[in-house]
């Protein structure tokens, strides 16, 4: 899938970007994994610090989807390390977006994935299995639902409620 860049987005969909069509992300989130840029229909979970159901959605065909990860924000452990980063590229997922934190760093940029996450933690999380697939969440005073739209790269984050087109 050809990646459009976040800034010629921005500047070709004003009339999105004012209607609230499109929506930009804050820069809060760090860079991680060999994708500098990434996008993707958009798959939902929502954890707090546990990260089974995270582990248990990257183990099916990502199929160019992006994972969106409500972790609440914590920064008190990491949802996503490297074993579970490998497992996304080999399924096919094209990226990962996590409001919460990493762990295996360079495990992870090693990996043909895209990351998003606040920051990285030594401290694996929970496992409880406790979290919600497919649900709307909010990160960021975004609201995102499954099958928007999500682009990545070094400018920006961009949700789009519909894929958008270089025309």
């Known amino acids: 899938m ?7 987005a921005c500047d070709r969909n004003a009339a999105l970007l004012a209607n609230g069509g499109i929506h930009v992300f804050p820069p809060i989130f760090q860079i991680y994994g060999q994708r500098r840029s990434f996008c993707g229909p958009i798959v939902t979970v929502k954890v707090f610090e546990d990260n089974v159901v995270v582990r248990e959605i990257l183990e099916s065909n990502g199929e160019g989807r992006v994972l969106v990860v409500d972790g609440g924000g914590s ?19 094209s990226g990962i977006l996590i409001n919460g934190c990493v762990r295996d760093v360079d495990e992870i940029n090693g990996c043909d994935i895209g990351v998003r996450a606040l920051g990285s933690h030594p401290q694996k999380s929970n496992k409880k299995g406790i979290g919600e697939k497919h649900i709307p969440v909010n990160i960021a005073g975004i609201f995102i639902r499954e099958g928007d739209w999500l682009y990545a790269d070094s400018d ?12």
């Open 2 to 8: 050809a990646q459009l860049a976040t800034a010629e």
């Open 75 to 93: 920064l008190r452990c990491a949802l996503l390390g490297g074993n579970i980063a490998q497992l996304a590229q080999n399924r096919g997922w």
């Open 156 to 167: 920006g984050i961009l949700l789009s409620k519909t894929q958008l087109s270089y025309t």
